[in-house]
């Protein structure tokens, strides 16, 4: 079975600080791993994936996540956070390969950057 | 136009109303999906459709009744709902590669359908 953690509800940073959003996740192997972004109102929106390779992905308006294996986590992280990055973000996980193919979501963070 | 749309954005109906979500992909996928997003929830994973046809199905109330006539579009039929039944309705697709049941990675979502259930 797979399944995914979004440990904080809220995040709360003020304007051109560095963000984090955490995100744990469990598989039976090796995992597919993303990040989606959801404005109000609007459908989900992909960010960036690890598939395989470079353990540091880079992805849309400057966002980045690090895979840590060891930890089973996928953290999506920004150097400077601005007022427009204010949204929803989804942690999403699916085998790369047997049981499920289908991604499994989490409940979401709401990230609030102040000005 | 591109991309994922649904129709139409927001719907409001009584319980005893018959009444259809629209879904159309634009991105030449062959797989669909419908997820229910409820506030303070998961996103509840509704119905897959790969290559026209229905691959899982994670017990969904027979009111909620899905069609998929070609590999672009996606409909939701929806008929005595109920209250609780009020949330954004999100269509998305995605590209499979290979064998049925085998689905490749990235879900393109559509704007969603805001239902309300009086």
């Known amino acids: 079975a797979q399944s995914v953690a979004q440990p904080e509800d809220q995040v709360n940073v003020a304007e051109g600080n560095p963000l984090t959003v955490k995100c744990t996740y469990s598989?039976?192997?090796?995992?597919?791993l993303f990040w989606y972004v959801q404005y109000p109102n609007r459908g989900l929106q992909f960010l960036l994936k690890?598939?395989?390779?470079?353990?540091l992905v880079k992805g849309s308006y400057g966002f980045e996540a690090e895979f840590n294996k060891s930890q089973t986590s996928f953290h999506l992280k920004k150097p400077s956070a601005l007022v427009s990055d204010s949204a929803m973000y989804f942690c999403?996980?699916?085998?790369?390969?047997?049981?499920?193919?289908?991604?499994?979501f989490g409940r979401g963070t709401s990230l609030i950057v102040h000005p | 136009e591109t991309g994922v749309t649904q129709t139409p954005r927001h719907l409001v109906m009584g319980m005893t109303n018959k009444k259809s979500l629209k879904c159309e992909q634009h991105?030449?996928?062959?797989?669909m999906y419908w997820y229910k997003q409820s506030a303070k929830k998961p996103l509840e994973l509704m119905f897959v459709?790969?290559?026209?046809?229905?691959?899982e199905n994670n017990s969904v109330p027979s009111r909620f009744s899905p069609e998929c006539p070609n590999s672009s579009h996606l409909f939701l039929h929806l008929h005595t709902l109920q209250p609780e039944d009020s949330a954004l309705y999100l269509c998305?697709?995605?590209?499979?590669?290979?064998?049925?049941?085998?689905?490749?990675?990235?879900?393109?979502f559509g704007p969603g359908t805001r239902l309300t259930v009086l």
């Open positions: 991105l030449g996928h062959n797989a």
């Open positions: 459709y790969s290559l026209e046809e229905r691959v």
């Open positions: 999403a996980v699916r085998e790369s390969s047997g049981g499920s193919y289908i991604p499994t």
């Open positions: 598989v039976s192997g090796n995992p597919y």
């Open positions: 998305a697709s995605s590209q499979t590669p290979g064998l049925a049941g085998e689905f490749t990675d990235t879900q393109y």
């Open positions: 690890y598939i395989t390779g470079d353990n």
